[in-house]
Nanobody, 126 residues
Framework: VQLQASGGGVVQAGGSLRLSCVGS????????MGWFRQAPGKERELVAA????????HYADSVKGRFTISRDNARNTVALQMNSLKSEDTAVYFC????????????????????WGQGTLVTVSS
């Protein structure tokens, strides 16, 4: 599946952004999805993940209570709503997909994901 992420930009600390990722294939709903980010000089890290049926989600401790992941399988999209942004949220954000049979599993390791979007830059100014 090809993934196209969008929605990044420059925002002041305390502000909000909504990232969106669109998948190209009809079997988008066969994929567990995740958002990852990579800041300059740092390793890529999981931000949030969601199961195929949206029943289960997982968040990095650093974003719990501020970010929300959601998906719309009818539109082949997964979104990341980011509120109360901090300067340390500055990074390139990537969406990723993992083909899975089970509908309720979430996946938190980047190496598990087979498909990646191109990344969208989020810059939070303080």
């Amino acid at each position: 599946v090809q993934l196209q992420a969008s929605g990044g930009g420059v925002v002041q600390a305390g502000g909000s952004l909504r990232l969106s990722c669109v998948g190209s294939r009809r079997d988008f709903n066969m994929n567990a999805m995740g958002w990852f980010r990579q800041a300059p000089g740092k390793e890529r890290e999981l931000v949030a993940a969601i199961s195929r049926n949206s029943y289960n989600t997982h968040y990095a401790d650093s974003v719990k209570g501020r970010f929300t992941i959601s998906r719309d399988n009818a539109r082949n999209t997964v979104a990341l709503q980011m509120n109360s942004l901090k300067s340390e949220d500055t990074a390139v954000y990537f969406c990723a997909a993992k083909y899975v049979r089970r509908m309720e599993t979430v996946h938190v390791t980047s190496s598990e994901y087979q498909y990646w979007g191109q990344g969208t830059l989020v810059t939070v100014s303080s």
